[in-house]
C-alpha cells in the first residue's frame, strides 16, 4: 500500500525548533518529489517547499524567509522539514505529499500531489 | 490572499451540476498544468483532477475540469451530498514555488 506517514509535531514556544519527518513506503521513493504544505486552523492550503527526487532542486514559499529547511533522506525512504525560530501564524496541520517531477529545460518542476499523508499538528504557543 | 482566485463557496442540490471557476496569471495557470484537489471534512486532500483534465484512478467521471488562458474550472455533474467538501485548485508558477487557490466550499443543499 502506497503511504505517507508524518511525525514531529507538537506544541513548541514561539522562537523554537521543531523537526518533522515523513515515512513514504509502498513506492519507489526515490522517484518522486516530495513536498510539505500546511493548513492553519480553518484555512485553506499553504504550499511550503518541495525537494527534488534527488535533492538537486529545492523550493521554498518566499513567506517562510529562510526559517525552514526540507531535505530527504532516500535510502531512509524519509523526508524531513527542519523549522526554526518558530511564530505563532506557524501553527497548522502539516503534510506531506508526494509529486511525479517533469524535467524542463529550466530544471526539475513537481507535478499533481497524487498522495498525502494525514499530516501532523504543529502549535506554536507560549 | 491567495495566489489562485476562488470563491469562497458554492451550492447546489443533489443531482444539479455546479462549476468552481480558478483564476490566476500568465506565470502559473497561464504556463503550467492546473490541478483539483478535494478535501472532505478533518481529512488529508485528495488529488481529483490531473494536468488540467485528467481523472485520477477512482475519481468519478461527474468530475470534470478545463483550462483556458489564465483561469480554469472544476465542474461536478450530479451533484451528491458526499461531494460536499473543500475543493482547491493549484499550479506551478514559473516563479519557481507552488501555489494554491483559497479553496471554495462546496454546500449540497
Known amino acids: 500500500e502506497v503511504q505517507l506517514v508524518e511525525s514531529g509535531g507538537g506544541l513548541v514556544k514561539p522562537g523554537n525548533s521543531l523537526r518533522l519527518s515523513c515515512t513514504a513506503s509502498?513506492?519507489?521513493?526515490?522517484?518522486?518529489?516530495m513536498n510539505w504544505v500546511r493548513q492553519a486552523p480553518g484555512k485553506g492550503l499553504e504550499w511550503v517547499s518541495s525537494i527534488s527526487s534527488s535533492s538537486s532542486y529545492i523550493f521554498y514559499a518566499a513567506s517562510l524567509k529562510g526559517r525552514f529547511t526540507i531535505s530527504r533522506d532516500n535510502a531512509k525512504n524519509s523526508l524531513f522539514l527542519q523549522m526554526n525560530s518558530l511564530r505563532a501564524d506557524d501553527t497548522a496541520i502539516y503534510y506531506c505529499?508526494?509529486?511525479?517531477?517533469?524535467?524542463?529545460?529550466?530544471?526539475?518542476?513537481?507535478?499533481?500531489?497524487?498522495?498525502w499523508g494525514q499530516g501532523t499538528t504543529v502549535t506554536v504557543s507560549s | 490572499q491567495s495566489v489562485l482566485t476562488q470563491p469562497p463557496s458554492a451550492s447546489g442540490t443533489p443531482g444539479q451540476r455546479v462549476t468552481i471557476s480558478c483564476s490566476g496569471s500568465s506565470s502559473n495557470i497561464g504556463s503550467n498544468y492546473v490541478y483539483w484537489y478535494q478535501q472532505l471534512s478533518g481529512t488529508a486532500p485528495k488529488l481529483l483532477i490531473d494536468r488540467n483534465n485528467q481523472r485520477p484512478s477512482g475519481v468519478p467521471d461527474r468530475f470534470s475540469g478545463s483550462k483556458s488562458g489564465t483561469s480554469a474550472s472544476l465542474a461536478i455533474s450530479g451533484l451528491r451530498s458526499e461531494d460536499e467538501a473543500d475543493y482547491y485548485c493549484a499550479a506551478w508558477d514559473d516563479n519557481l514555488h507552488s501555489v494554491f487557490g483559497g479553496g471554495t466550499k462546496l454546500t449540497v443543499l
Open positions: 509502498g513506492f519507489n521513493f526515490n522517484t518522486y518529489t
Open positions: 505529499a508526494r509529486a511525479d517531477e517533469a524535467v524542463v529545460i529550466r530544471g526539475v518542476l513537481p507535478l499533481a500531489m497524487d498522495v
